[in-house]
């Protein structure tokens, strides 16, 4: 999933807890996804330089973790 993609689908989800929709995740949850799923904190987590595609899916199994 693409930076832009997860900020796009992140912002919805997160007007989605703040109106009481979606009840399994909270606001901190959230908002810690939308720092750790940054290019540069993808990279620091896994240590190395990643290309782009590496990132995307980096990103979409971080955040599938962390959604379960």
Do not use: W
């Not at 999933?1 to 009481?20: F, K, Q």
């Not at 009840?23 to 240590?47: C, S, W, Y």
Request: aromatic content about 2%; proline content about 1%.
């Amino acid at each position: 999933i693409s930076s832009n993609e997860t900020i796009t689908l992140l912002s919805a989800i997160r007007l989605g807890v703040d109106l009481g929709v979606v009840k399994n995740l909270d606001r901190r949850m959230v908002n810690e996804l939308f720092i750790l799923t940054q290019p540069a904190h993808l990279q620091k987590l896994e240590g190395k330089v990643l290309n782009a595609n590496e990132r995307d899916i980096k990103r979409a199994d971080l955040i599938r973790e962390k959604i379960k």
